[in-house]
């Protein structure tokens, strides 16, 4: 296990946000397994792209020098998605700080299983009203493959509004960029 673990006694998970249904809470090495699953999903693989997990190693990396690092860094970060009826993780949601963006942007993946079920807009709403109320940020960003219909819509139901095409790195395909702020 990656030294940069911090221990957690079993069942201090943080949670950040309750919604209805979601509990969102902070990640640690418990969720790499599931992690692992999910970063490597077609759909996840093809909208929002390779990030070179490949093994539970590589997940436990992911975990520690991404979410984990972000909140302790940030005070947020991608955190998981706990179904409260019976403690089904459904994937990730949360805020992100990234280096090629002027603002923390807005970030959701679920496992298939879980779809269409409208999880995502209870995670990612509950993730919004974070940034807005607890973190105070007055403008939110949130990035998006151009031909992810429902992602879009999603962001749009929430508020955000269409920006631009961008290139985040040289030779990648088109991003649409949609963006939030306080009025």
Same mark, same amino acid.
């Given at each position: ?20 249904? +979601?509990?969102?809470? #902070?990640?640690? &090495?418990?969720? =790499? ?5 999910? !970063?490597?999903?077609? *759909?996840? %693989? ?31 970060? +991608?955190?998981?998605? #706990?179904?409260? &009826?019976?403690? =089904? ?5 949360? !805020?992100?700080?990234? *280096?090629? %963006? ?82």
């Amino acid at each position: 296990m990656p030294e940069t673990f911090a221990a957690t006694p079993s069942g201090a998970r943080r949670v950040v946000a309750r919604t209805p249904r +979601l509990a969102l809470r #902070e990640m640690d &090495e418990g969720d =790499a397994g599931r992690l692992l699953v999910l !970063l490597n999903d077609a *759909d996840f %693989l093809r909208h929002i792209g390779d990030r070179g997990v490949r093994s539970p190693d590589d997940a436990l990396a992911y975990l520690a020098a991404g979410p984990v690092a972000s909140y302790a860094a940030n005070g947020f970060g +991608l955190w998981a998605v #706990e179904r409260l &009826e019976d403690g =089904a993780w459904l994937g990730i949601c949360g !805020l992100i700080r990234r *280096d090629i %963006l002027p603002d923390v942007d807005l970030g959701y993946a679920l496992m298939p299983a879980y779809r269409g079920r409208g999880y995502a807009h209870e995670a990612a709403a509950a993730a919004f009203a974070h940034a807005r109320d607890v973190v105070g940020l007055n403008r939110l960003l949130a990035i998006v493959s151009p031909d992810n219909g429902p992602s879009r819509r999603l962001l749009e139901k929430l508020g955000f509004s269409f920006e631009r095409l961008v290139r985040l790195q040289p030779g990648a395909d088109d991003t649409a960029l949609y963006g939030w702020s306080r009025t």
